[in-house]
């Protein structure tokens, strides 16, 4: 499958400037390419210089909003990323419409956090401009969570979030979710490290991209995953994971092909890959409320059989009864068996569902605030009316 991935904001470039770097690992080691175009649009001039491996034109990295912020972002006010969005679309699709082998891209991901300001205001803008301007082609939606600390701390964060996951899912194919927190709850250290974030965020697309994209005969799985599995999978709040087990399930010269033992143990990997997998999920979600998935196994070819797609996707359905499954093999890894997940059309997330009654006691205390200061700045006002003043009320700034 290949994507047009566009980064909105500074998380969403640097996550998009990831995406580029896998671009790039695919084509030296496997020869394919799974990313035809990487972008990142922002109104913040510094956060477009700090990548690494977008090209520097002005037509990948995209200044928007200059006029109305100089060049120095939107202060965390996503109404206003979403009205510069909507003057700059222009300037944005045209630098889309020139990516190279654009006809053969299957879909577009936009990427963006949904606490920030820029990102999280023009992602629903421009999922839904480009939406209508290719109406053929996918348009999903890759949505970083904040951390915990940040809910807490900055105010502009629950409101942010709870609008940008409203209005993405009500324009986007799909929305994948990433928890900031899960990452950091996994390895501490990662606090502080957002490439590294990225870098796991991004990883699990590797096969699950590259697997449709193969041409030679011995990397081509007896069932493939292929970019029309993945489409007819994607809707709604969606999550990724991967699991990987080394391998060594060695076979000895004198060891018998077809031995019951070694059967047992290649089931017992998939299994153990497929329980890893699971466990890393970008977002905390129920199996039971999982309306699609789709997997792909990868491993030396030997290692694989029909049988063990088989029971990973029996296991896969015992776990999620509820869901449409597709899988498939991609005979490519030395030495590990991995597991790629996708689980979509997922009807409950509690992370999601958090945000909205959060946003109304905000607003409740928001409302509250602004009133008890208003009243402070009369009894203020009313104090000193009787003092003249030197200017005219007019020429004051606001
Ligand atoms: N995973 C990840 N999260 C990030 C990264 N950079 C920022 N964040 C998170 O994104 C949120 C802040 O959003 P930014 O992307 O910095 O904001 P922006 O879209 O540039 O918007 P403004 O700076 O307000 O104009 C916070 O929740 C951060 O934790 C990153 O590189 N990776
Ligand atoms: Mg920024």
Not at 326 to 337: I, L, Q, V
Request: with cysteine; charged share 25%.
């Amino acid at each position: 499958m290949k994507l047009v991935v566009v980064g909105l904001g500074q998380c969403g470039g640097r996550i998009a400037d990831e995406f580029a770097r896998l671009n790039k690992r695919a084509e030296s080691r496997r020869g394919l390419q799974i990313v035809t175009g990487a972008y990142a649009v922002n109104s913040d001039e510094a956060d477009l210089t700090g990548l690494g491996t977008i090209p520097p034109d002005y037509q990948h990295r995209i200044l928007m909003g200059g006029r109305r912020t100089i060049g120095h972002g939107v202060g965390k006010v996503n109404k206003l990323a979403a009205e510069i969005a909507k003057e700059s679309a222009d300037k944005i699709i045209d630098a889309l419409r020139v990516t190279p082998r654009f006809y053969e891209t299957d879909a577009f991901l936009l990427v963006a956090s949904a606490a920030g300001g820029t990102g999280s205001g023009s992602l629903p803008v421009i999922t839904e401009i480009i939406k209508r301007r290719y109406t053929i082609k996918p348009v999903y939606a890759l949505l970083v969570l904040p951390f915990e600390h940040e809910e807490q701390a900055e105010s502009h964060c629950i409101t942010n979030t709870a609008t940008c996951l409203k209005s993405v899912h009500s324009v986007a194919d799909a929305v994948f979710l990433a928890d900031n927190q899960r990452y950091v709850r996994r390895d501490g250290t990662l606090i502080n490290n957002m490439n590294e974030i990225n870098r796991q965020i991004v990883a699990p697309f590797y096969n699950l991209l590259c697997a449709g994209e193969e041409t030679r005969r011995k990397y081509i799985g007896a069932r493939v995953v292929d970019a029309g599995d993945i489409i007819q999978t994607l809707g709604g709040w969606t999550t990724i994971g991967f699991g990987t087990l080394p391998l060594n399930l060695r076979r000895l010269p004198f060891e018998r092909k077809r031995s019951f033992r070694k059967k047992g143990a290649e089931t017992h990997v998939a299994l153990q890959a497929m329980d890893e997998a699971l466990c890393e999920l970008s977002v905390d979600i129920r199996p039971a409320d999982v309306g699609s998935a789709v997997y792909v196994l990868s491993a030396p070819a030997k290692e694989m059989s029909m049988d063990g797609i088989k029971e990973t996707g029996d296991y896969l359905k015992h776990l999620a009864p509820n869901a449409v499954i597709r899988g498939g093999d991609y005979p490519r890894e030395k030495g590990e068996f991995s597991i790629t997940m996708v689980l979509s059309q997922i009807c409950d997330v509690d992370r999601v569902k958090g945000y909205y009654p959060r946003l109304k006691e905000f607003n409740h205390v928001l409302e509250r605030t602004q009133k008890e200061t208003a009243a402070k700045i009369k009894v203020q006002e009313m104090a000193w009316a009787d003092v003249p003043v030197l200017v005219t009320k007019g020429n004051r700034r606001h």
